[in-house]
């Protein structure tokens, strides 16, 4: 009985060890994806990279930066309203997360673009313009960031230090002189890879030197740099402009154009479309500052008879009762206000709607290089006159919504538009006044600049804060102490998975709140 047990158990065990082996013989090859690639290339990665951005911008266009600068608002009594400046931690979530999630591909394109067998300085560019994008959108929303140590994870660095924004706008200029540089060679790269410029390496060189204007100017004011930027801008516009070639047209404007609405190969959805629900689109009315002074310039932007392909680009919708009536912001709780004018939503047919127009997805624009020039000219750091800018700039505004629908500044359409709406250039005026009700040089440039701004992620309220403009009236039912919040917080998530780092950016900066100013807001 003994020797029979052993048998049987011999016998199971050789079953055993038989199916093992048969389990386990060519197990990798059985169990590799023979789709998947255990490598990529930069062509690769450089749209998902740039839509997932863009993606993160607009929905904080719509619901952060569009309700603090009056351009909508919600009707809603509760706690934790933007619009009434109530600004709530767990909003700085969601672009840190992401935009760092999408710096990891965007410096990948770079790695893989500089190695022997794929080197390419297209590419190297490219990614360098879209981090210093990116770096820029993060630095300008919370101040000191992780930069130098950022996205180093695979190299087991997961409590990056935070650098000084200083240090990090020297950085920014510096990966911007580089990029222009690479770019200039105008190495090809994949068209297809590309959904800003499909493969225009010359445009994308325009829009290093464009953006590098824009950082320039923001922190123009700061005394122990201001010398150096001055020149340098002077030294792009005026001395040397064949180096650093920039936006001259709407040809030439950063934007992805939405053609679908999934997410197959090449096909770009609107955020727009995918993230919120036409009812809630048409549901957020628009702010009596952003409408008012459309309807009361005639702007041809609200026009609804402009002729076949040009009708209300802005696509507002009247009130019930008719008319362009917006609601006032920073009204007080149980005020009693009801949606009025709003943006037209899919739901609205046979309109034309913003939720599905395909211009939406603006990355920076002809038209604000314009009015960064035009301000650029107005304090006396460039040649003029300030006018030519100026007027380019609202020319250039008007034409991205409505193509070739004004010439040029001279065209007579034009011109009589800004005579009926009193917006002739007016050189007389003090450079600057901060007054409500007033105006001047500046107010005049950055209210132009505020609608040239339009969906452009948080630009507006980032400007908003540089400048003081333009001038927004303040409702009763702001909180805050009626003061427009600097900052968003830093996530929560950092304080416990990086509290040493944190802790040494907050006895640098200030405390993690709301008020505290950044270095290029510091007097």
Sequence with gaps: MKNYKLKITYTFLAIIGLAV??????????????????????????????????????????????????VTVEINDSEGRVFRYDVRRTLADYTWNNWYLYLTDLKDIYNIASKPESLNKSYQGISLVAQTWVYQLLTDTYGDIPFSQANMGKEGNVQPAFDRQKDIYTAMFAQLEQANQLLKEGT?????????????????????????????????AKSEVSTSVIAKIKQIVDTNPAEYPIMQDNTHTAKILWNGTNSSTAVYSSPFM???????????????????????????????SLGTGNVNRFCIDQAPNGGFVGVPSGYAPGSGVTVLSHFNSDADSNKPTLQTDRFTGIIMNTAEVDFILAEAAAKGWISGPTEKYYYKGMVDAINYWLPNYISTPTDSRFIDYITAADLEWDPTLPLENTTLGNTSQLEMIHIQKYYALFLVDMQQWFEFRRTGHPILPKGPGLVNNQKMPARLNYPLVTQSTNPTSYSNAIAIQGPDDINTLMWWQKP
Excluded: H
């Excluded at 255990?38 to 266009?61: C, D, E, F, K, Y």
């Excluded at 410029?197 to 923001?218: A, E, I, M, P, T």
């Excluded at 309807?295 to 609804?304: H, I, K, L, T, Y």
């Design 21 to 70: 082996s048969s389990c386990t013989k060519d197990f990798t090859e059985v169990n590799t994806d023979p789709i998947g690639k255990s490598t990529t290339s930069a062509n690769q990665l450089l749209a998902p990279a740039l839509v997932g951005v863009l993606n993160t911008n607009m929905v904080r266009n719509w619901n952060f930066n569009n309700q603090l600068m009056q």
């Design 188 to 220: 090809p790269i994949v068209a297809t890879s590309d959904p800003v410029f499909q493969g225009d390496v010359s445009k994308w060189r325009r829009f290093c030197n464009s953006l590098y204007l824009r950082l320039l100017l923001r922190v123009s």
């Design 274 to 304: 995918v993230n919120i629900r036409a009812a809630d689109f048409r549901g957020i009315p628009i702010c009596d500052f952003f409408l008012s002074k459309l309807v009361s310039w005639g702007d041809p932007r609200m026009n609804g």
